[in-house]
C-alpha cells in the first residue's frame, strides 16, 4: 500500500479514536482500503449537504470524502437515474465509517465464523468480513444485478472472494448454513424469519430496524434453540430501506369526504424531535410513518410533520408549526384519525417515564414480531408475519 493512501486510512482511523473502534476492525479498516470500492463519481453526504465528487476533475475532493465520515452514495433511483444528477432516491452507498464500525463490532465476529450478509451494496463491507472471518466463511446477496456485478469486480480488484448471490436477501441463502453471524445492511421494518431459520443457535443478527416513524435503530438479536430470536435496540442505524419492503408510493385520488382541517395544542415539534425511545413506542404502537420539514414560506419559518398509514397511502396528516401560535392546524385525509393516534401514543410513552431506546426489544419468532418494554413479556406492539 503506498504512503498516500496509508495516510488517509490512518487519517479516517483518527477522525474516529473517540468511538471506541475494536482492534480486530481497526486492522480490517487498514487491510480493506475504502478507496477500492468507491466509483470515480458518487455522491457525499456532508453535513452540509451533498456533494458530487468527482476523481478525475478534482482529485483531492474525492479522496477527502472517500477518507472521511461521510456516507457515499452510489446509485439513485435503482439505476435510473446518472449519479451526476445529485438528486433522486438514494439506493445504495458505502456507508459512513462510523456505522459500518459499529454494526461489525456488535457482531462480534472471531476468525471461522460463518457470516451472511444481506445487501453487498459496493462490496466493502463483504471485504471486511472476509477479512475478519476468512473469505470462505462469508456469504453475501445482493438484490441488484447491476450492484451484485460491481462489487463482484471491487472484491476481486481488492483481493476478497466471498461467496457471492444476486437474489431477494429475505430470502438468505439456505444452501450455505447454518450461520453464526447475520450481518445485515439494508433497512428492515419486518425480520425475515428465514434468518433466523438459517442461523444456529447462539447465532447472532444484527441490523438497522427503520420502523418508519422518527429516527432509525440498531437491532442486536441472539437466536434460541426453540427457533426465536431476542434483542435489544443498543443504538442508532440507518440504511436505505430493503427493495421488498419499501412503503407503496401510489396514492389513490382523494374526494372532499377525505379531507378533514383539526387543530391541535400539542406542538408538532415535540413529536417530531421526540427521543429515539418515543419514536420506538409511538412506531410499535401504532404501524405509522412519520417525516418532519422544517422550512420558512412567505409566511416565515415553520415546521410540518407528516404522518401516514403505510399500508394505506390516503390515509395521512400532517400538523404545521409556526412561531407564536397556541394551537396548531391539523389537514387530515381518510378515515383513520392517525395524528390522534399519534399524540396518544405520545402520551402512553410518557406515561411509562420517557422509557429511552436502551429499555425496549424485540422477539422474533415464525408468526412475526412483538416489540416490548423491559422484558419479553410486556409487548407494546406486535406485527404478524404475512401469508405470502
Not at 437515474?81 to 456488535?106: E, F, N
Not at 443478527?205 to 426465536?228: E, Q, S
Not at 415553520?302 to 394551537?327: F, H, I, K, M, N
Request: aromatic fraction near 8%; proline fraction near 7%; charged fraction near 20%.
Amino acid at each position: 500500500m503506498d504512503i498516500p493512501v496509508r495516510a488517509h486510512i490512518e487519517r479516517l482511523l483518527d477522525a474516529h479514536a473517540s468511538d471506541g473502534l475494536s482492534e480486530a476492525v481497526e486492522q480490517a479498516f487498514r487491510a480493506v482500503p475504502r478507496h477500492l470500492f468507491i466509483p470515480p463519481v458518487a455522491l457525499a453526504c456532508r453535513d452540509d449537504g451533498p456533494q458530487i465528487i468527482d476523481r478525475d476533475a478534482d482529485p483531492d475532493a474525492w479522496w477527502d470524502a472517500v477518507y472521511s465520515r461521510a456516507s457515499i452514495v452510489t446509485q439513485l433511483d435503482d439505476g435510473a437515474t446518472d449519479i451526476r444528477a445529485g438528486s433522486g432516491d438514494y439506493t445504495c452507498s458505502s456507508s459512513a465509517p462510523s456505522t459500518v464500525a459499529d454494526l461489525l463490532q456488535r457482531l462480534e465476529l472471531a476468525p471461522g465464523h460463518r457470516v451472511l450478509e444481506i445487501g453487498t451494496g459496493t462490496g466493502w463491507t463483504a471485504a471486511l468480513l472476509s477479512h475478519l472471518v476468512g473469505a470462505a466463511n462469508v456469504t453475501s446477496v445482493e438484490v441488484d444485478p447491476v450492484l451484485g456485478a460491481q462489487a463482484a469486480s471491487n472484491l476481486a480488484a481488492s483481493g476478497h472472494a466471498p461467496y457471492l448471490v444476486v437474489g431477494d436477501g429475505a430470502l438468505g441463502c439456505p444452501e450455505r448454513a447454518p450461520y453464526d453471524r447475520v450481518h445485515v445492511t439494508c433497512g428492515i421494518r419486518r425480520v425475515p424469519y428465514a434468518w433466523i431459520e438459517q442461523s444456529r443457535p447462539g447465532a447472532v443478527i444484527v441490523l438497522p430496524y427503520c420502523p418508519g416513524f422518527g429516527t432509525d435503530h440498531a437491532l442486536r438479536l441472539v437466536v434460541t434453540p426453540d427457533g426465536m430470536a431476542y434483542g435489544r435496540f443498543p443504538g442508532f442505524a440507518s440504511y436505505m430501506t430493503m427493495r421488498a419492503q419499501r412503503p407503496q408510493r401510489d396514492q389513490p385520488a382523494r374526494t372532499d369526504a377525505d379531507k378533514h382541517h383539526l387543530t391541535t395544542r400539542v406542538d408538532p415539534r415535540t413529536i417530531g424531535h421526540a427521543p429515539a425511545g418515543a419514536d420506538l413506542a409511538i412506531a410499535a404502537l401504532t404501524g405509522l410513518d412519520s417525516l418532519g420539514q422544517a422550512d420558512q414560506d412567505e409566511d416565515g419559518p415553520r415546521y410540518r410533520l407528516w404522518v401516514s398509514d403505510p399500508a394505506v397511502p390516503r390515509s395521512w396528516a400532517v400538523a404545521v408549526w409556526r412561531p407564536g401560535q397556541d394551537e396548531y392546524q391539523i389537514y387530515q385525509v381518510g378515515d383513520r384519525p392517525v395524528w390522534e393516534e399519534v399524540v396518544a401514543a405520545y402520551f402512553r410513552w410518557v406515561g411509562w417515564g420517557e422509557p429511552g431506546r436502551d429499555r425496549f426489544g424485540m422477539t422474533v419468532h415464525a408468526d412475526g414480531q412483538e416489540v416490548w418494554l423491559d422484558t419479553p413479556d410486556q409487548v407494546i406492539g406486535s406485527e404478524a408475519r404475512s401469508a405470502c
